[in-house]
C-alpha cells in the first residue's frame, strides 16, 4: 500500500515541538510555520481498479533527472506482482523527472503517471536488453539481427493499464535517430511501448515525446483500448509513427492527437514470407477522433507490413493538416495477403500532397526469400463524406499489373486546390464513386443517383467496453 513514511514524518513534528518550546522559552518570537499533509482521493478511467497501490520512491526511486531509475522500476513491478491474484496493483510515478532503461510490465497491473511526472529513457544503450526478431518479420526493421527492448514492454500478459494524469514519457530519441542516421546500430532501435502476446490493454491519458522509433506498437494482441494520446516527434525525425496496432484484433484507437516523421496510425500483419508463416491478420479496428500532422507520411496507413492479412478496420472523424496523404494502403508483389472491407467516414484534410494514395509497388522486402507469386488481395475499400482543401493530387491509385485493386468506393468528396489543374493517376484498379469533385479517374465509374458508400452499422465488442471509474490516495504537502 501507499506509505507516508511515518518515522520521517514523527521525527519532523517533534523537532518542530521541541524548537517552540526552546525559543519561547529564551524570549524569542518564533513566526508561524506549518507543513500540511493531506490525502488526496484522484480519479482516473480504467478498464479496471486496483486494490493495491504503491509509489516509486518506495521503492528508491529519485525523481531528479540525471539518477537510473531502472532498478527502482524493476523492483516495483516484481514486488507489485504478487498482488495479480489479489486485486491487482498500480505503481504510482509521482510529480519528477524518472530516467530509466527498459522495463517490463505484469498482469493486473496499473503504471499511472500523475501530473508533471517524466520519465526520460535512458541514451546508455546497456539499459535496453536486446530480443530476437519479431516472428512475423523475420529480421529487425533498422538491422537483420534483433532489436532492443522497448522502453515499456510485456509479453503473455492480461489486464494491463498505463495511464495517467497527462504525464509524460520522453524518449529522448536524438540520440538514436543520429546513430541511425550514420547507420552505426546492429540492432533495431527500441519502440517506446510495445506489449506482445496480450489480451486487455489500456494505453490512455498521456503525452509521449521523442520515441526513438514506434511510439505504441501493441502486437500479437487483442482486446485493446488506446485513447487521449498526445503523441509528439519531429516531421523530421525517423520511423517514429505513432501507433502501429500489429496482428492485432478488437482495438479501439480514439481521441488521439499525433505530429510524425512517419505515418501517424499504421496497421500492420506481418513481413513477406514471415507474415504469411505466422498468418495474424489485424482486424475489427476501429480508429475515430483523429488529428494528424505528418508532411512526409500518412494520416493511416495500412501496410506496407501486412502479410499476416488487415480486415474490417473502420476509421471516422479524421483531420490530417499538412500531412502527405489521408487513409493510405501500402502493399508489393510478396506480401501476399489482403487488405478488405476498409471503411473511412468523415475526413477533414488541409494541405495535402494525396488525398486517395493505394500504392502496389512499395517495395522493401526482408531478404531476398519472399515470393514474387504472392499477390496481395485488395478489395473492398471505401471513403465518404470528405472535405479537402489545398491539395496537389486528389488520388494516386496504383494496383499491381494483372492483379488490381477492386470494390474501391468514394462518394460525398470536395477537394479543391489552390494552383494546377487538379489530376487523378490511376492503374490497374476498379470502383465506382458518387458526388466526387473534380471528376475522378474513368476506371472509377459514377454510379447514377444518390449513392453512399457503405460503413458499418453494428459495433465491435470492444467498443462496448466501458471504462470504470477507479481512484486512489494520493499525498500532498502545502
Not at 501496410?303 to 474490417?312: K, L, V
Not at 459495433?459 to 467496453?465: A, D, N, R, Y
Request: with cysteine.
Amino acid at each position: 500500500m501507499m506509505k507516508s513514511c511515518p518515522k520521517l514524518r514523527n521525527s519532523y513534528v517533534v523537532g518542530v515541538i521541541f524548537a517552540v518550546l526552546l525559543f519561547g522559552s529564551l524570549g524569542v518570537k518564533v513566526a508561524e510555520c506549518r507543513v500540511v499533509r493531506r490525502l488526496q482521493d484522484l480519479e482516473y478511467p480504467a478498464i479496471n481498479c486496483r486494490k493495491h497501490s504503491a509509489v516509486l520512491t518506495d521503492f528508491g526511486g529519485v525523481g531528479d533527472g540525471k539518477t537510473s531509475n531502472t532498478k527502482a522500476f524493476q523492483s516495483a513491478i516484481s514486488n507489485l506482482s504478487h498482488y495479480a491474484n489479489d486485486g491487482g496493483a498500480m505503481l504510482v510515478v509521482p510529480p519528477g523527472k524518472w530516467l530509466t532503461g527498459s522495463f517490463n510490465l505484469t498482469s493486473h497491473f496499473t503504471l499511472f503517471l500523475q501530473k508533471d511526472a517524466v520519465i526520460l529513457g535512458s541514451q546508455v544503450e546497456s539499459g535496453w536488453p536486446s530480443l530476437p526478431v519479431l516472428p512475423s518479420y523475420g529480421r529487425g526493421r533498422d538491422a537483420p539481427a534483433g532489436r532492443f527492448s522497448s522502453l515499456i514492454f510485456g509479453t503473455h500478459l492480461t489486464d494491463v493499464v498505463i495511464t495517467g494524469h497527462n504525464g509524460t514519457i520522453d524518449g529522448q530519441g536524438s540520440y538514436w535517430w543520429d546513430k541511425f542516421h550514420k547507420g552505426q546500430f546492429k540492432l533495431t532501435r527500441p519502440y517506446m511501448i510495445e506489449i506482445m502476446y496480450s489480451s486487455q490493454i489500456q494505453i490512455s491519458n498521456l503525452t509521449l515525446v521523442n520515441s526513438p522509433s514506434w511510439f505504441v506498437h501493441p502486437i500479437y494482441s487483442s482486446d485493446i483500448i488506446i485513447q487521449g494520446l498526445t503523441i509528439l516527434a519531429p516531421v523530421d525525425s525517423p520511423n517514429t509513427d505513432g501507433i502501429d496496432p500489429d496482428s492485432c484484433s478488437n482495438t479501439r484507437i480514439e481521441d488521439c492527437y499525433i505530429v510524425s516523421g512517419d505515418d501517424c496510425i499504421a496497421v500492420k500483419s506481418g513481413w513477406d514470407e514471415y507474415g504469411i508463416k505466422v498468418g495474424m491478420p489485424s482486424q475489427h479496428i476501429i480508429i475515430r477522433r483523429l488529428t494528424c500532422i505528418s508532411p512526409d507520411s500518412a494520416m493511416i496507413a495500412l501496410g506496407s507490413e501486412m502479410s499476416g492479412g488487415i480486415q474490417d478496420i473502420r476509421a471516422e472523424d479524421l483531420t490530417a493538416i499538412n500531412t502527405q496523404s489521408a487513409v493510405r494502403i501500402k502493399t508489393a508483389v510478396g506480401r501476399g495477403a489482403y487488405v478488405k472491407n476498409i471503411f473511412v467516414k468523415g475526413m477533414n484534410l488541409f494541405t495535402m500532397k494525396y488525398v486517395f494514395w493505394m500504392t502496389g509497388s512499395y517495395g522493401s522486402h526482408p531478404d531476398t526469400g519472399f515470393d514474387p507469386k504472392a499477390l496481395p488481395t485488395i478489395t473492398g475499400i471505401n471513403y465518404r463524406d470528405v472535405i479537402a482543401k489545398n491539395v496537389t493530387y486528389p488520388a494516386k491509385l496504383e494496383g499491381i499489373a494483372n492483379d488490381p485493386f477492386t470494390g474501391i468506393c468514394i462518394s460525398n468528396a470536395n477537394i479543391e486546390k489552390v494552383g494546377k489543374k487538379l489530376a487523378w493517376n490511376c492503374t490497374d484498379v476498379h470502383g465506382v464513386t458518387s458526388n466526387v469533385s473534380p471528376e475522378p479517374c474513368a476506371l472509377l465509374q459514377e454510379k447514377p443517383g444518390k449513392f453512399d458508400c457503405p460503413f458499418p452499422s453494428d459495433k465491435l465488442p470492444i467498443e462496448s467496453v466501458q471504462l470504470k471509474t477507479c481512484s486512489f490516495k494520493s499525498l500532498s504537502l502545502f
